[in-house]
């Protein structure tokens, strides 16, 4: 037996077992769950690397095929799942059972009326808050790769690349939708385009390492634009999250909130190495390990909760937590010499919780509300919109640069985009079909990047396909 199969015939096992045993601890219900969820992510990851393809689409297509397959045949922990939002706002009086139709609310009410319906309950928000700390490691080691240091030091073809590919794909986006669906909410519109204008250039820096390009000139720049691109995105994010929050679209509203959005930002970058100088210092008695664990979890969740408490979205903290906090802080109280990362130490977090967060959006899309011809009309003009938006972007390169190349680069929304449409179906902004259509953009994007980066890079700088860049 292959090793993939081996890993399909355990698929069912985790299912059977949260139905025919009887736990007397409370917490193993949510041991097993959180187990299987994880499990099918190693699956999809497994998959997705034999075809040498983004683990994080191999992790999202595992949960599409997971949601519909237990769906389909009555799973009771998959229906729960694929309601986690609604669900926990209709039980905290923010939402309303008109949220969910009929076929899907009595699918509800016979999961969660059933005597073990309060242990699946806890099981699917297990799951749900580990997915939501998985994104904050994530978008903590983005911020940590993407120094302020070297924010400072960007190059003017960088900034000009990431400046048009987080506005050319709003712009589009907005187009789109009012062609499209002009009876959308402004909210969605908006929360719709931010989310075409995120790049997941993880992927781009695989393909370009790949290739041994990294060291290019349009290595330099896409990688350059990246650390760009991920402020200003957040940006509009924070943004669009406080108009949204606040019910409010006005001049105004829009100057405030991007006020708060660089205050925020900057008051962190400002004080936050005073703070991590004092607290490192405090620690000094510590092994260096658990010096550098404790000050960075803290340092993270405490500046996630103040985005929080300041009208942003956690990951806006979370991303400026990696922005300031780096190893050289350690080396006045520690031994400099001992090789101990803080990467090293905080990716184990990000690799075990960031899969249930994929695994998570996957079994919430619904491929069923993308039948009718006009949201499938919807989902290709974004799919258009996302894919011109960032090849457009290549114009913000100088002459002689591989523009094309830059623009296929700027590309794939990976795990960025999925994070903001995650946060606009948490806020109530985007409905199932959206969201479903926005993962489906996602997914391709993703997947056609690699191969079109390749194509590009491997043309000759100065062939007709570089001169028509031009």
Do not use: C
């Not at 669009?240 to 006020?259: D, K, N, P, R, Y």
């Not at 090293?344 to 960031?354: K, R, S, T």
């Not at 949201?375 to 003009?381: E, N, P, Q, S, V």
């Amino acid at each position: 037996m292959s090793r993939f199969a081996a890993l399909l015939f355990l698929f069912p096992v985790p299912v059977l077992a949260a139905e025919q045993v009887v736990h007397t601890d409370p917490i193993a219900p949510v041991i097993l769950g959180v187990t299987w969820i994880l499990s099918m992510a190693i699956v999809g990851r497994f998959v997705a690397r034999r075809f040498h393809q983004p683990a994080v689409v191999g992790e999202l297509l595992m949960g599409i095929v997971l949601g519909h397959v237990g769906y389909l045949a009555g799973g009771d922990m998959v229906t729960l799942l694929r309601e986690v939002p609604q669900v926990f706002d209709l039980m905290s009086g923010m939402g309303t059972a008109a949220t969910f139709d009929g076929e899907t609310a009595a699918a509800l009410n016979r999961v969660l009326n059933q005597p073990d319906g309060g242990v699946m309950l806890q099981v699917a928000h297990s799951v749900d808050v580990f997915s939501r700390y998985g994104v904050i490691f994530l978008l903590f080691l983005v911020g940590l790769e993407s120094s302020g240091e070297e924010m400072r030091h960007v190059g003017a073809e960088s900034a000009r690349v990431a400046v048009i590919g987080v506005v050319a794909p709003f712009l589009l986006g907005v187009l789109t939708i009012q062609l499209l669906t002009p009876d959308l909410s402004a909210n969605t519109q908006m929360f719709v385009a931010a989310t075409l204008g995120a790049t997941s250039v993880g992927i781009t820096a695989r393909v370009l390492r790949e290739l041994n390009k990294e060291k290019s000139r349009e290595g330099h720049i896409i990688l350059g634009a990246a650390v760009m691109d991920d402020i200003l995105g957040l940006i509009v994010l924070a943004v669009v999250s406080g108009i949204v929050v606040s019910g409010e679209f006005a001049l105004g509203q829009v100057v405030w909130h991007i006020f708060l959005s660089l205050a925020f930002l900057g008051g962190a970058i400002a004080l936050g190495p005073h703070v991590l100088k004092y607290a490192i210092r405090f620690l000094g008695r510590l092994d260096l390990v658990e010096a550098k664990m404790f000050t960075s979890f803290l340092f993270v969740m405490i500046l996630a909760w103040i985005a929080n408490l300041a009208g942003l979205a956690t990951i806006v903290g979370a991303f400026t937590a990696g922005l300031i906090l780096h190893d050289s802080y350690f080396h006045d109280v520690f031994d400099p010499e001992k090789h101990v990362t803080i990467r090293d130490l905080i990716q184990p977090l990000e690799v075990v919780f960031v899969p249930i967060f994929f695994v998570l959006m996957g079994i919430q899309v619904k491929l069923e509300k993308l039948a009718d011809p006009q949201i499938l009309l919807l989902g290709g003009g974004l799919i258009i919109a996302a894919i011109i938006g960032k090849i457009v972007a290549g114009i913000g390169a100088g002459k002689g640069a591989r523009r094309l190349a830059i623009g296929f680069g700027m590309m794939p929304r990976g795990e960025v985009g999925l994070i903001f449409a995650s946060i606009g179906k948490v806020l109530g902004v985007m409905s199932d079909t959206l969201f479903s259509a926005i993962v489906i953009m996602v997914i391709v994007t993703t997947l056609l990047a690699p191969g079109l980066l390749k194509w590009s890079m491997n043309r000759p700088a100065g062939g007709s396909g570089n001169a028509a860049a031009k």
